[in-house]
């Protein structure tokens, strides 16, 4: 395969580590899980993975979870290739294509840290934003159970611009979520918060209310965003409506009909 070749030349890596001194890290408490959703994104793998690498080696403790959703490009080769000279890398499959909230569920439930990173595939979320989202979390009250990314400058197509602030004027206007941008791929969560959450199919776009309904707070900070250099969107504006649509019904409804009750014990 042509990428293995071009990433042979300059690893990410400098050589696997033997079996013993794996089985050691496995021993060593986790700061952060990083999940990665990917469905045909072989050619933003290697590139968005060295950049993780640069933003958290020597800042804490991580693992980085790829969730494959079933590719037919060869992104899971890719992953399976550079698995052996990253210590770090967990790689997950799906074994038939079941979008991408399904795919970050996955990863989350196989996480090992308290605490989750999320970003795209794609490339278009920044790596180095990490520890801006990490610095918020560690200075913020306990309340706040997730800081979502808040693309501030976006690179897309213009329509694709448009499109994304018709449907979060909608979403806050109905939702009252206070979130300027929950399309947003990065995002920093507590593991145990997520898994207590309704999960559902394009449940990912949803999460600020989902964990304010949940009785906790949410914060939105600014990050960087990135034009797409390989591969192409999986989405398409009228698609993404539709569906969303349906979903935005749902989540009102279940924020409607949901309540929150301290409980103490003796």
């Not at 799906?94 to 840290?113: D, E, F, L, P």
């Not at 994304?164 to 920093?188: E, F, M, Q």
């Amino acid at each position: 395969m042509d990428i293995l070749k071009i990433e042979a030349s300059r690893p990410v890596a400098a050589q696997p580590l033997p079996d013993k001194i794996r089985s050691l890290q496995a021993l060593v408490p986790l700061g952060l899980s990083v999940v990665v959703p990917v469905f045909n994104e072989r050619d933003n793998v290697p590139p968005l993975l060295r950049e993780i690498l640069a933003a958290l080696r020597g800042l804490l403790e991580f693992e980085i979870i790829y969730v494959d959703d079933d590719s037919s490009d060869g992104s899971l080769q890719v992953l399976h290739s550079l698995k052996a000279e990253i210590p770090e890398l967990r790689v997950l499959h799906h074994a038939q294509r079941s979008g991408q909230s399904t795919a970050i569920r996955t990863g989350v439930k196989a996480a090992r840290a308290p605490w989750v990173v999320t970003l795209d595939g794609d490339g278009q979320n920044d790596p180095a934003d990490i520890p801006k989202l990490i610095a918020a979390r560690d200075a913020a009250e306990s309340r706040i159970k997730l800081f979502a990314g808040w693309r501030v400058r976006r690179q897309d197509s213009a329509s694709k611009r448009w499109a994304s602030r018709w449907a979060n004027a909608i979403r806050a206007r109905i939702l009252h979520d206070a979130t300027p941008d929950t399309g947003c791929g990065i995002k920093l969560f507590e593991r145990a918060t997520f898994l207590d959450l309704p999960y559902f199919d394009h449940m990912h776009r949803y999460l600020p209310a989902l964990v304010q309904r949940a009785g906790w707070r949410t914060d939105s900070i600014p990050v960087n965003h990135r034009s797409r250099s390989a591969g192409v969107s999986k989405y398409d504006n009228f698609n993404r409506a539709l569906v969303g649509i349906r979903d935005l019904v749902g989540v009102a409804w279940l924020i409607q009909r949901s309540k929150v009750t301290p409980a103490g014990e003796l």
